[in-house]
Protein backbone atom coordinates (compact mmCIF):
# COMPACT_ATOMS: atom_id res chain seq x y z
CA UNK A 1 0.00 0.00 0.00
CA UNK A 2 0.58 3.62 0.05
CA UNK A 3 2.82 5.00 2.76
CA UNK A 4 5.37 8.01 3.98
CA UNK A 5 8.17 8.08 5.78
CA UNK A 6 8.95 11.79 7.52
CA UNK A 7 11.97 13.00 9.34
CA UNK A 8 11.41 12.76 13.08
CA UNK A 9 10.98 16.28 15.22
CA UNK A 10 10.59 18.06 16.90
CA UNK A 11 12.09 20.49 15.07
CA UNK A 12 13.01 23.91 16.69
CA UNK A 13 13.71 26.90 14.61
CA UNK A 14 14.40 30.57 15.41
CA UNK A 15 11.87 33.09 13.66
CA UNK A 16 13.20 33.93 9.84
CA UNK A 17 15.33 30.91 9.54
CA UNK A 18 14.78 27.93 6.63
CA UNK A 19 12.86 25.29 6.79
CA UNK A 20 13.16 21.71 5.12
CA UNK A 21 11.30 19.29 6.42
CA UNK A 22 11.93 15.62 4.43
CA UNK A 23 8.91 13.27 3.33
CA UNK A 24 9.70 10.02 1.05
CA UNK A 25 6.91 7.89 0.03
CA UNK A 26 5.99 4.72 -1.49
CA UNK A 27 3.00 3.86 -3.56
CA UNK A 28 1.62 1.87 -6.45
CA UNK A 29 1.07 4.10 -8.96
CA UNK A 30 1.56 7.44 -9.19
CA UNK A 31 -1.00 8.80 -5.93
CA UNK A 32 -0.92 12.89 -5.70
CA UNK A 33 0.64 13.98 -2.46
CA UNK A 34 -0.17 16.40 0.16
CA UNK A 35 1.16 17.97 3.35
CA UNK A 36 -1.26 18.92 6.06
CA UNK A 37 -0.75 21.20 9.12
CA UNK A 38 -2.43 20.14 11.96
CA UNK A 39 -2.44 23.82 14.63
CA UNK A 40 -2.57 23.28 18.76
CA UNK A 41 -6.16 21.54 19.57
CA UNK A 42 -7.36 21.37 15.89
CA UNK A 43 -8.23 18.80 13.33
CA UNK A 44 -6.15 18.82 10.09
CA UNK A 45 -6.14 21.14 7.40
CA UNK A 46 -4.73 21.04 3.61
CA UNK A 47 -1.39 23.29 3.19
CA UNK A 48 -0.47 22.10 -0.10
CA UNK A 49 -0.65 19.36 -2.94
CA UNK A 50 0.80 18.42 -6.19
CA UNK A 51 -0.67 15.62 -8.78
CA UNK A 52 1.55 14.33 -10.85
CA UNK A 53 5.35 14.61 -10.84
CA UNK A 54 7.29 17.71 -10.82
CA UNK A 55 5.07 19.57 -9.88
CA UNK A 56 5.19 22.10 -7.06
CA UNK A 57 2.70 22.68 -4.28
CA UNK A 58 2.76 26.38 -2.79
CA UNK A 59 0.79 28.02 0.15
CA UNK A 60 1.32 30.50 2.57
CA UNK A 61 4.90 30.34 1.75
CA UNK A 62 5.54 26.63 2.04
CA UNK A 63 6.70 24.67 -1.30
CA UNK A 64 7.09 21.30 -2.10
CA UNK A 65 7.34 19.50 -5.72
CA UNK A 66 6.61 16.13 -6.48
CA UNK A 67 10.15 14.08 -7.10
CA UNK A 68 9.43 10.69 -9.01
CA UNK A 69 13.06 9.95 -9.48
CA UNK A 70 13.60 10.37 -5.61
CA UNK A 71 9.98 9.63 -4.30
CA UNK A 72 10.32 12.85 -2.31
CA UNK A 73 7.83 15.30 -1.56
CA UNK A 74 9.99 17.63 0.91
CA UNK A 75 8.27 20.49 2.52
CA UNK A 76 10.19 24.04 2.81
CA UNK A 77 9.86 27.53 3.63
CA UNK A 78 12.06 30.39 3.09
CA UNK A 79 11.04 32.31 6.90
CA UNK A 80 9.70 30.77 9.15
CA UNK A 81 7.24 32.67 12.00
CA UNK A 82 5.96 32.00 14.92
CA UNK A 83 2.83 31.42 13.96
CA UNK A 84 4.11 28.11 11.61
CA UNK A 85 4.43 26.43 14.82
CA UNK A 86 2.48 23.16 14.59
CA UNK A 87 2.59 19.97 13.17
CA UNK A 88 3.43 18.93 9.66
CA UNK A 89 1.47 15.71 8.34
CA UNK A 90 2.74 13.92 4.83
CA UNK A 91 0.67 12.11 3.19
CA UNK A 92 -0.35 10.35 -0.43
CA UNK A 93 -3.62 9.63 -1.69
CA UNK A 94 -5.48 6.94 -3.06
CA UNK A 95 -3.26 5.20 -6.55
CA UNK A 96 -3.74 1.71 -8.34
CA UNK A 97 -7.17 0.90 -6.83
CA UNK A 98 -5.55 1.35 -3.69
CA UNK A 99 -8.19 3.42 -1.63
CA UNK A 100 -6.51 3.86 2.08
CA UNK A 101 -5.05 7.23 2.80
CA UNK A 102 -2.62 6.78 5.86
CA UNK A 103 -0.59 9.01 6.79
CA UNK A 104 2.88 9.43 8.76
CA UNK A 105 4.20 10.40 12.15
CA UNK A 106 4.09 13.93 11.80
CA UNK A 107 6.71 16.70 12.29
CA UNK A 108 6.14 19.12 14.99
CA UNK A 109 7.59 22.39 14.46
CA UNK A 110 8.10 24.97 16.87
CA UNK A 111 9.33 28.57 15.83
CA UNK A 112 11.38 30.94 18.52
CA UNK A 113 10.82 34.46 18.49
CA UNK B 1 -21.65 24.14 5.10
CA UNK B 2 -20.63 22.60 8.17
CA UNK B 3 -18.40 20.79 6.66
CA UNK B 4 -17.44 17.79 9.11
CA UNK B 5 -18.91 17.86 12.69
CA UNK B 6 -18.14 14.80 15.50
CA UNK B 7 -19.56 14.91 18.90
CA UNK B 8 -19.22 14.62 21.11
CA UNK B 9 -15.98 17.23 21.56
CA UNK B 10 -14.77 14.99 25.15
CA UNK B 11 -15.94 12.12 26.86
CA UNK B 12 -15.05 9.99 29.83
CA UNK B 13 -15.64 6.20 29.63
CA UNK B 14 -15.13 2.92 32.09
CA UNK B 15 -13.52 0.42 30.97
CA UNK B 16 -15.58 -1.88 29.36
CA UNK B 17 -17.94 0.65 28.65
CA UNK B 18 -19.42 1.01 25.31
CA UNK B 19 -20.10 4.36 23.08
CA UNK B 20 -20.27 5.64 19.53
CA UNK B 21 -18.34 8.45 18.13
CA UNK B 22 -20.65 10.25 15.93
CA UNK B 23 -19.41 11.99 12.54
CA UNK B 24 -21.59 13.71 9.70
CA UNK B 25 -20.73 15.98 6.99
CA UNK B 26 -22.77 17.70 4.38
CA UNK B 27 -20.54 18.30 1.27
CA UNK B 28 -21.37 14.76 -0.19
CA UNK B 29 -18.43 13.19 -0.11
CA UNK B 30 -17.91 9.29 -1.32
CA UNK B 31 -15.14 8.92 1.26
CA UNK B 32 -15.09 8.74 5.03
CA UNK B 33 -12.80 7.44 7.02
CA UNK B 34 -11.36 6.97 11.18
CA UNK B 35 -8.17 8.07 12.42
CA UNK B 36 -6.99 8.18 15.41
CA UNK B 37 -3.72 10.20 17.07
CA UNK B 38 -1.42 9.41 19.52
CA UNK B 39 1.47 10.82 20.73
CA UNK B 40 4.63 9.73 18.99
CA UNK B 41 2.52 7.74 16.46
CA UNK B 42 1.06 9.86 13.93
CA UNK B 43 -2.32 8.95 12.81
CA UNK B 44 -3.64 5.99 12.39
CA UNK B 45 -6.19 4.64 9.94
CA UNK B 46 -8.82 2.44 12.07
CA UNK B 47 -12.28 2.06 9.06
CA UNK B 48 -12.74 3.62 6.36
CA UNK B 49 -15.77 3.69 3.68
CA UNK B 50 -16.05 4.46 -0.43
CA UNK B 51 -19.72 4.92 0.10
CA UNK B 52 -23.05 4.14 1.91
CA UNK B 53 -23.37 0.17 2.45
CA UNK B 54 -19.26 -0.57 2.38
CA UNK B 55 -16.59 0.29 4.53
CA UNK B 56 -13.35 -1.53 5.38
CA UNK B 57 -10.73 -1.61 7.99
CA UNK B 58 -7.68 0.37 8.45
CA UNK B 59 -4.37 -0.16 10.28
CA UNK B 60 -5.91 -0.45 13.58
CA UNK B 61 -9.42 -1.79 13.43
CA UNK B 62 -9.47 -3.96 16.69
CA UNK B 63 -12.09 -3.06 19.24
CA UNK B 64 -14.10 -0.74 16.78
CA UNK B 65 -17.26 -1.54 14.54
CA UNK B 66 -18.09 1.41 12.00
CA UNK B 67 -21.49 1.12 9.07
CA UNK B 68 -22.00 3.84 6.61
CA UNK B 69 -26.13 3.85 6.25
CA UNK B 70 -25.97 7.11 4.43
CA UNK B 71 -23.38 9.18 2.65
CA UNK B 72 -23.97 11.84 5.61
CA UNK B 73 -22.83 9.85 8.54
CA UNK B 74 -20.17 7.45 9.52
CA UNK B 75 -20.46 6.59 13.48
CA UNK B 76 -17.17 5.00 15.15
CA UNK B 77 -18.78 2.14 18.23
CA UNK B 78 -16.14 1.21 20.58
CA UNK B 79 -18.10 -1.93 22.02
CA UNK B 80 -15.59 -2.22 25.13
CA UNK B 81 -13.78 0.46 25.90
CA UNK B 82 -10.09 -0.15 27.16
CA UNK B 83 -7.46 2.50 28.59
CA UNK B 84 -5.40 1.70 25.65
CA UNK B 85 -7.93 3.21 23.12
CA UNK B 86 -7.41 6.79 24.97
CA UNK B 87 -6.97 8.85 22.48
CA UNK B 88 -8.10 11.98 20.21
CA UNK B 89 -10.35 10.41 17.18
CA UNK B 90 -10.50 12.36 13.70
CA UNK B 91 -12.93 11.76 11.30
CA UNK B 92 -12.55 13.12 7.69
CA UNK B 93 -14.05 12.76 4.19
CA UNK B 94 -12.97 13.66 0.99
CA UNK B 95 -14.99 13.33 -2.43
CA UNK B 96 -12.18 10.65 -3.27
CA UNK B 97 -9.08 9.09 -2.35
CA UNK B 98 -6.59 10.38 -5.36
CA UNK B 99 -6.38 13.61 -5.97
CA UNK B 100 -9.07 15.01 -3.73
CA UNK B 101 -7.98 16.60 -0.16
CA UNK B 102 -9.46 15.48 3.14
CA UNK B 103 -11.27 17.77 5.44
CA UNK B 104 -11.03 16.69 9.00
CA UNK B 105 -13.61 17.05 11.88
CA UNK B 106 -12.27 19.07 15.19
CA UNK B 107 -11.55 15.85 16.89
CA UNK B 108 -13.19 13.55 19.68
CA UNK B 109 -10.34 13.50 22.89
CA UNK B 110 -11.65 10.60 24.22
CA UNK B 111 -10.13 9.03 27.75
CA UNK B 112 -10.99 5.24 29.00
CA UNK B 113 -10.32 4.85 32.85
Known amino acids: GNSVTQMEGPVTLSEEAFLTINCTYTATGYPSLFWYVQYPGEGLQLLLKATKADDKGSNKGFEATYRKETTSFHLEKGSVQVSDSAVYFC????????????FGTGTKLQVIP | NAGVTQTPKFQVLKTGQSMTLQCAQD?????MSWYRQDPGMGLRLIHY???????DQGEVPNGYNVSRSTTEDFPLRLLSAAPSQTSVYFCASSRGTGGHEQFFGPGTRLTVL
Open chain 1, 91 to 102: APGGSGGYQKVT
Open chain 2, 49 to 55: SVGAGIT
Open chain 2, 27 to 31: MNHEY
